[in-house]
């Protein structure tokens, strides 16, 4: 069955540093979106992207975050300049045609 | 006010019961997704119900939509320590945008 797929499983970064998180979503799907999940709460949305372009954004997906589909397989996240605040779960999702949302296995971002 | 709150927090029970959560929102949706997640781990889609559907079953699982009260129940049947996990609730506003997530209920099934 097509799963999506993250890398790397874990991060650690140091402050102040760049890190770019990737996701390939299932290889028919055309929505794809980032959440994140702080250890101990809920998963909160990101941004949504679609037609290679943002669709939708949350208050958290401020400058220092910005997302890319660099060659039609893959979506990655970028964030500029990391802050402790950063270290969290991240999901890649993606929706095909159908009504359901799939998400990868996520990305364990650890900033120190 | 939060959408998608589920409850109870919390939950426990002896394998073979029935376990059963909810989870209740504030705005209208397009659908509902019902999510477990294992600790420290990603988010496996057990089941999605549509605005206009009632009832839905897959295996085990059994979940209702009431859209008059905003609300939606999940029921695991014949429960096994395996399915001790998290039970995340999320639901989209249209097909294609952002799940809401609630908090979760932390189910633990006894053997």
């Known amino acids: 069955e097509p799963e999506v797929t993250q890398t790397p499983s874990h991060q650690v970064t140091q402050m102040g540093q760049e890190v770019i998180l990737r996701c390939v979503p299932i290889?028919?799907?055309?929505?794809f979106y980032w959440y994140r999940q702080i250890l101990g709460q809920k998963v909160e949305f990101l941004v949504s992207?679609?037609?290679?372009?943002?669709?939708?954004k949350s208050e958290i997906f401020d400058d220092q975050f910005s997302v890319e589909r660099p060659d039609g397989s893959n979506f990655t996240l970028k964030i500029r300049s990391t802050k402790l605040e950063d270290s969290a779960m991240y999901f890649c999702?993606?929706?095909?045609?159908?009504?359901?949302?799939?998400f990868g296995p996520g990305t364990r971002l650890t900033v120190t | 006010s939060q959408q998608g709150e589920e409850d109870p927090q919390a939950l426990s029970i002896q394998e073979g019961e029935n376990a059963t959560m909810n989870c209740s929102y504030k705005?209208?949706?397009?659908?509902l997704q019902w999510y477990r997640q294992n600790s420290g781990r990603g988010l496996v889609h057990l089941i999605l119900?549509?605005?206009?559907?009632r009832e839905k079953h897959s295996g085990r699982l059994r979940v209702t939509l009431d859209t008059s009260k905003k609300s939606s129940s999940l029921l695991i049947t014949a429960s096994r320590a395996a399915d001790t996990a998290s039970y995340f609730c999320?639901?989209?506003?249209?097909?294609?945008?952002?799940?809401?997530f609630g908090d979760g209920t932390t189910l633990t099934v006894k053997p």
């Open positions: 290889s028919n799907h055309l929505y």
């Open positions: 705005t209208s949706i397009n659908n």
């Open positions: 999702a993606s929706k095909g045609t159908t009504y359901e949302q799939y």
């Open positions: 992207f679609y037609n290679n372009e943002i669709s939708e």
């Open positions: 999320a639901t989209r506003g249209t097909n294609a945008g952002k799940s809401t």
């Open positions: 119900i549509r605005s206009n559907e």
